[in-house]
């Protein structure tokens, strides 16, 4: 058993001054102010520290684009199709990337990792430890999400290809179009199931189906449909964050938009339809049209209007300055406590992994991170120590 004792613990949801953390078989066992240390427990003294759990980027790429090795492993875009929804970022990940050991030494243990946004469908996303030697060790969930795009990128891919999309009205155009296969394909498999059904229980009349042909791109749009995951919608202007709420609504999914870097305009909208915004990356440059009026206060007005918000980095080994984009998001006009759960609790909660991650409570993965100042001081605070299911994967020397 560990026991992580004398720090001031931020569980996500409360703060323990002089707290401990008791840590059993890779999982929390204990946390509180006046929780008993046994006499054999292997003692981390955090006195003068602050304690808190492992870091959770919501939006990335890690391991599916290669860092620093350019085209050889970009993996994150096969933009022959701009319709691939059944390609999945676990047979992507390289899980010796050298990014994956930048994150465990900023703090950062969970990440939803999967395709760039390339295409209209881009596939299905992972969540994944940032430690572990192959991708199935390092699996929380899978999948998480549906990786979609709206706006300037698919339509700029495939325009120049001459190809459709190659517009905005495109681009909705053929989502709606796949979304109806898919509802078809589902309608029909329902009515195989129940041929197949009779035909078994012996029903008068009923006969052998013919054998139901799987398509297995309509097979990973069916889970969006039947709502098994969300559909993670990439969106930076406002009308395109609109054009993918109005889709959402037309196919009663559920929806995530990922970066809504003008959600600020639509704040009370998003907020009323409680659809939960992945914004970010914050550190970043006006790199195309698209992002002409983003803001560092988008995060903060968005959490300021009720919507549900977790930060994201979208990058690769970048997404150690996840803090970072945290910390200048409270400077920006966001509540200390939003930021700390946006990159903690909050993200675990849109991945439907809080049962797991998150927050330090009994009876979730030991993924811990001491630090020495408040991990939003990031003039000060140092990482020390990352654990992640119990394990130090990183002790600063």
């Known amino acids: 058993m560990i026991a992580i004792r004398g720090g001031t613990v931020l569980t996500a949801t409360a703060t323990i001054e002089d707290g401990v953390v008791l840590v059993e078989d890779g999982r929390i066992v204990g946390v509180g102010s006046g929780v008993e240390v046994p006499a054999d427990a292997n003692v981390i003294d955090a006195c003068g520290q ?16 290669g860092d620093g090795v350019g085209w050889i492993h970009s993996d994150g875009n096969e933009m ?15 899980p010796e990337d050298i990014a994956f050991k930048d994150l465990r030494e900023a703090g950062v243990t969970t990440i939803n990792t999967g395709p760039g946004s390339g295409n209209l469908i881009g596939g299905q996303t992972a969540a994944i430890k940032t430690s572990g030697r192959t991708i ?21 891919v495939y325009g120049e290809q001459k190809k459709t999309p190659s517009t905005r009205m495109g681009n909705a155009a053929i989502l709606r179009e796949w979304l109806t296969k898919a509802q078809g394909y589902l309608e029909k498999a329902v009515r195989h199931e129940k041929k197949l059904s009779d035909f078994r229980a012996g029903v008068e009349g009923a006969t052998d189906p013919e054998p139901f042909e799987v398509d297995l791109k309509l097979e990973a749009l069916a889970q969006v449909l039947r709502r098994d995951i969300p559909a993670h919608i990439h969106a930076h202007r406002a009308d395109d964050i609109m054009t993918a709420v109005r889709i959402a609504e037309e196919f009663e999914l559920d929806l995530v938009l990922i970066h809504a870097t003008e959600g600020y305009k639509v704040a009370d909208i998003l907020a009323k339809k409680m659809i939960p915004c992945v914004p970010g990356p914050i550190l970043f440059s006006r790199s195309k049209v698209e992002l002409r009026e983003m803001t560092p206060r988008n995060a903060g007005i968005l959490a300021n209007a009720g919507v549900k918000v977790a930060i994201q980095t979208d990058q690769m080994s970048a997404v150690r300055y996840l803090r970072l984009d945290a910390a200048i998001a409270v400077n920006e006009g966001m509540s200390e406590e939003d930021a700390l759960r946006a990159i903690t609790l909050t993200p675990a909660e849109i991945l439907g992994i809080d049962h797991r991650v998150g927050s330090l409570e009994v009876g979730k993965d ?4 001491l630090l020495s100042a408040h991990p939003l001081d990031v003039a000060h605070g140092r990482v020390l120590r990352v654990l992640i299911a119990g394990e130090t994967v990183f002790a600063r020397q």
């Open 80 to 94: 022959t199709d701009p319709i691939t929804p059944h390609l999945r970022a676990i047979d992507a990940v390289h």
């Open 136 to 156: 199935d060790d390092m699996l929380v969930a899978y999948p998480v999400g549906m990786k979609m795009a709206l706006g300037e990128n698919p339509k700029r």
């Open 366 to 369: 030991a993924d811990i991170v």
């Open 50 to 65: 602050v304690v808190m759990p492992g870091m959770i980027d919501a939006h990335c790429h890690t391991g599916v684009f």
